[in-house]
């Protein structure tokens, strides 16, 4: 079978396609064909070294992956040959409140990742895969759309009614427009591209605002009534423009470090405005549950940018850094 690796010195010029013997199957483990991976920003750090400059190599990396499962271990009761299935982000986190040991669990980076015809998983490490939903637009949940999900509802507290401001067009951007809107909840997007904002109202973006031509977006927001939550994925360099824009009494999730992980911060709206500022690591099984109940109910499809076969991870991270797709990338893998 083959796998990627990503071997040292960190780089997308050290990821190659090598070849193994299939894993076996443990006590209380599975083995899943991988059929297809989605990206998210955080295996481009990782296989530049910027997530974890000392994490051991070589490492298969990426965290979303789903396929089919193709052999069960002994003890095994939660799954059969044949089921869809796909794997969560930290294999450990099944429900209640996040722990640090979670994270000592995440795929594709703590632990080897799932960029390989054939992984080996933990039983309890797995969610069935929504039946309204192919390989690739399956693929897409693990991360991105647990992610929204929990900044939105299992730790936010969206209602209907309220406004939620989405940053870009990324894959969590994309799902907490496409959730917000099955709640009833209104959105702002913020985009530098007029063909990206007017997709992103067809997507139901109540409005768009140009971060390019408003350096100042988070107070142009905040003109037209602001946000009662805000999904930050920028970090940094635009957590102070969401402060601006989100309501007195509002919640900021912080998801992501697009725009870098330090700065210089003035906490004052914090305080003043009585802001619930909150720090979101994707999520558990249990969310990733409820969550693709939800995309059932709604029938939900994942927004796909691109798909790259496996032999093409370096390409289709080079798109990803280039900030031009729109949704998720895929791999397929088979």
Same mark, same amino acid.
């Given at each position: ?156 507290? =969206? %209602?209907? !009614?309220?406004? +939620?401001? /989405?940053? @870009?067009?990324?894959?969590? &951007?994309?799902? $907490? *427009?496409?959730? #917000? ?64 824009? =989100? %309501?007195? !009494?509002?919640? +900021?999730? /912080?998801? @992501?470090?697009?725009?870098? &992980?330090?700065? $210089? *911060?003035?906490? #004052? ?66």
């Amino acid at each position: 079978m083959r796998q990627v690796l990503l071997e040292a010195p960190f780089g997308l010029s050290s990821l190659a396609l090598h070849e193994r013997e299939f894993p076996k199957t443990t006590h209380g483990s599975v083995l899943v064909a991988i059929r297809a991976t989605s990206l998210n920003y955080r295996d481009l750090l990782v296989a530049t070294g910027r997530y974890n400059p000392r994490m051991p190599l070589p490492r298969v990396p990426l965290s979303d992956g789903v396929g089919e499962v193709i052999a069960v271990g002994e003890g095994v009761s939660r799954w059969k040959v044949g089921d869809r299935v796909a794997g969560i982000f930290m294999q450990t986190w099944l429900d209640g409140p996040y722990r640090e040991q979670y994270g000592k669990s995440a795929l594709g980076g703590a632990i080897d990742g799932v960029l390989a015809e054939v992984v080996a998983l933990p039983e309890d490490g797995l969610v069935a895969v929504p039946e309204h939903l192919i390989w690739e637009e399956a693929a897409c949940l693990p991360c991105a759309a647990v992610t929204a999900w929990n900044a939105l509802f299992a730790t936010g507290g =969206v %209602k209907q !009614g309220e406004t +939620v401001l /989405v940053q @870009g067009s990324g894959g969590v &951007s994309i799902f $907490a *427009l496409q959730l #917000a809107r099955s709640a009833g909840a209104r959105v702002i997007a913020t985009s530098s591209s007029a063909a990206k904002a007017e997709r992103l109202k067809q997507l139901g973006a109540d409005l768009v605002v140009d971060y390019q031509q408003h350096s100042d977006w988070g107070k142009q927001i905040a003109k037209f009534g602001g946000a009662d939550h805000v999904v930050e994925v920028g970090g940094a360099g635009s957590l102070e423009q969401s402060l601006s824009a =989100v %309501k007195a !009494g509002g919640e +900021v999730s /912080v998801i @992501g470090i697009l725009s870098g &992980s330090s700065a $210089a *911060l003035n906490i #004052a709206p914090i305080l003043h405005k009585h802001i619930n500022l909150q720090g979101i690591y994707v999520g558990s099984r249990a969310m990733f549950e409820a969550m693709n109940r939800a995309l059932v109910v709604h029938q939900i499809r994942p927004v796909i940018d691109s798909v790259y076969p496996m032999d093409q991870i370096r390409q289709a991270l080079e798109h990803l850094e280039s900030g031009k797709h729109f949704g998720k990338i895929v791999v397929r893998v088979s």
